[in-house]
């Protein structure tokens, strides 16, 4: 049977997530959503087919999985609203960047099954990817049910170590914004240059999938996909060369440090030990 999953705060990231699965053919009438405004209850319902509830405690009592999706400052109140209904069959599944798992099965105060994912939008058109890390309550029936679910909507990998979960933010959690931002910047300079948007937009962003395809189907070094491209005294070799001048290992080096720095941070302002 499909078991019942609830999205406790449905907003950018549980839509993506449940938009991937309803296009990879996941019964709307298996899937409900939460949110407190009536309004993004009637946009969420009638765009998608799915229940939307306000209370989160009936969520909770119809669902056999529990998708938590809402904010990190957010998830210690929401949890103990309705932790003392929590059944030991339930799993419970955070997409919240530094909430650890320790504060998220503290709050819940019961042996029950968690796992904690860092997923991204992608998920939304079926190419998403998420890293995964599970509690010890968490079977393995269990944990191959939640890879089967990422699978659903693009791809996973689990982490073994908790605090990969920073690195794994700063790899595919935050990152669809670090390419949104760079074809931006492409955009504008070909706008720039004279084309209109619609046809810089269709060039530089068919060229990102492109060369994202390259380097997840090719078994060839980046580095090698990378110099296929540049011919000596070519054009390519000019913007690397500037790409080089401006130092982009050190650009994107802090970028990615600033981005773990955060999580770290998030993680210890969003832990039960510091809030009890
Ligand atoms: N947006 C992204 O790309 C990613 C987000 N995340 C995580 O996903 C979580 C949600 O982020 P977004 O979807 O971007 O935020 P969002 O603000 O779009 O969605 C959160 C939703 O929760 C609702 N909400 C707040 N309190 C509630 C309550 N008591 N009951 C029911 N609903 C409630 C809000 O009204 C809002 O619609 C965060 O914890 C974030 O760290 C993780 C990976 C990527
Ligand atoms: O920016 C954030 O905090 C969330 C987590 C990863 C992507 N968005």
Known sequence: MTPSIAFIGVGNMASAIFSGMLANGYPATSIMGTSRTEQKRTHYHDQFGISMLADNRSAVSQADVIVLC?????????????????????????????????????????????????????????????????????????????????????????????????TVTSLSGSAPAYFFRFLEAMIKDGQQQGLDEATCRKLASYTMLGAARMATELDEPIAQLRKNITSPNGTTEQALLSFEASNIDKIVADAMTACVNRSKEMSNDFSAKKTD
């Open 70 to 166: 809402v904010k990190p400052a957010q998830m210690q109140a929401v949890i103990e609203a309705f932790a003392d209904q929590v059944r030991d069959d339930q799993l419970f599944i955070s997409v919240a960047a530094g909430v650890e798992l320790g504060s998220l099965s503290y709050w819940l105060n019961s042996p029950v099954a968690v796992v904690r994912c860092m997923p991204n939008t992608p998920s939304q058109v079926g190419a998403g990817m998420t890293g995964l890390i599970a509690n010890e309550h968490t079977s393995a029936e269990q944990k191959n049910w939640v890879t089967e679910l990422f699978a659903g909507i693009g791809d996973s990998v689990w982490v073994e170590d908790e605090a990969h979960m920073h």
